[in-house]
């Protein structure tokens, strides 16, 4: 397992031990768990991110870290957009939906309020950063 990977499942293993808090990097940060379907595995892949509350809807950023790719679990939504979520000590079930236009300029300027080296982020990568809003299933 690289160190990446290492560093987040120590994230995931606080996340769900103490009830959705993380410390650290992390401290007061809203953070989630999505669990996605691997595009080319069929295999769960969970990683934690911050997210934007948009109503009802939770709000997930393709920054990347500012690396010049999409992030796996973008590529896997694309390929499938059901997934999974867990927020505090809540975990239902999602529909991930690509947002375009006004509706993605809106939502990235209310995060860049909230996180503004994810402006960095946008320049260091070389592409457009996705903009994706989760929608709890009925």
Request: charged residues 20%.
């Amino acid at each position: 397992m690289s160190e990446r990977l290492q560093r987040n499942q120590l994230v995931i293993d606080e996340f769900r031990s103490a009830g959705g808090v993380v410390g650290g990097d992390f401290a007061g940060v809203p953070l989630l768990l999505l669990t996605t379907t691997g595009a080319r595995s069929g295999e769960p892949r969970t990683m934690p991110m911050t997210y934007l509350r948009d109503g009802t809807r939770l709000v997930v950023f393709g920054a990347n870290g500012g690396r010049p790719k999409h992030p796996g679990w973008y590529h896997n939504l694309l390929a499938d957009p059901a997934a999974l979520v867990e927020v505090g000590t809540e975990a239902y079930r999602v529909t991930a939906t690509v947002t375009e236009g006004a509706e993605r300029e809106r939502l990235w300027a209310q995060q860049l309020l909230h996180t503004p080296y994810f402006e960095g982020f946008q320049e260091q990568a070389g592409r457009r950063i996705p903009v994706v809003a989760l929608t709890r299933d009925a």
